[in-house]
């Protein structure tokens, strides 16, 4: 069994910044490619960014210039920056990995920016 523990997030004005942290544990000897989703309220979870396990990162062009990811593998923990945000950021944050075909998904953190 595979644990995603994610920590971070929290309120911030527009412009600020937060970075999320999602810690793997269980039954993984090493990180495969991780992904970060989010769900706003009344949205479909939508693809944020994704980390390969050499650290290539893409980013979907809401957040491209503006949210950066990294990882350290030795901690398997990923973390994705978030910077410049906007209330339009507001969401559900989930960070995702697939091992051996299944699929497993932090618990979420919320992440609210005001105007």
């Known amino acids: 069994q595979v644990q995603l523990v994610q920590s971070g997030g929290g309120l911030v004005q527009a412009g600020g910044s937060l970075r999320l942290s999602c810690a793997a544990s269980?039954?993984?000897?090493?990180?495969?490619?991780m992904d970060w989703y989010r769900q706003a309220p009344g949205r479909q979870r939508e693809f944020v960014a994704t980390?390969?396990?050499?650290?290539?990162?893409h980013f979907a062009d809401p957040v491209k210039g503006r949210f950066t990811a990294s990882r350290d593998n030795a901690q398997k923990t990923v973390y994705l920056q978030m910077n410049s945000l906007k209330p339009e950021d507001t969401a559900i944050y989930y960070c995702?990995?697939?091992?051996?075909?299944?699929?497993?998904w932090g618990q979420g953190t919320q992440v609210t920016v005001s105007s």
């Open positions: 995702y990995t697939s091992i051996n075909f299944r699929a497993y």
């Open positions: 269980g039954s993984i000897d090493s990180l495969n490619v």
């Open positions: 980390v390969t396990s050499g650290g290539t990162t």
